[in-house]
């Protein structure tokens, strides 16, 4: 189970580092550009969300559950163009992530995989 884990928690620790960038893009953007990347930029963390659900549920660990709670939070800071507190929440969900990641790091090596 370590290995699915580390793996799952890998891949969305990539996609929430890319989702944190193109947040960060937001911020230039005017009128229609803004809008139409504010929708992308939900449909993206609609799909990271799916991602972590599944990794919820295959690992049974909570740290996805509690990352998938930071990326529905940050969806809707973002439709109040609440940035700084969504880039916040995206922070958070890495953090659940990355330390998800690294017990799994932490258990492969005690047990002589790596």
Known sequence: MAIICYQY?????????????????????KHDELYGAEKI??????????EMEIAHGVTKLQNFREASLKIAEAIGRI?????????????????????CGEKAIRLLKENGFL
């Open 79 to 99: 439709s109040l163009r609440e940035y700084s507190k969504a880039n916040k929440n995206l922070s958070e969900a890495l953090s659940y992530i990355t330390n």
């Open 9 to 29: 928690a890998e891949r969305i620790k990539s996609e929430l580092m890319i989702a944190s960038k193109l947040l960060g893009g937001l911020r230039e953007l």
């Open 41 to 50: 930029m939900s449909l993206f963390l609609d799909a990271l969300l799916g």
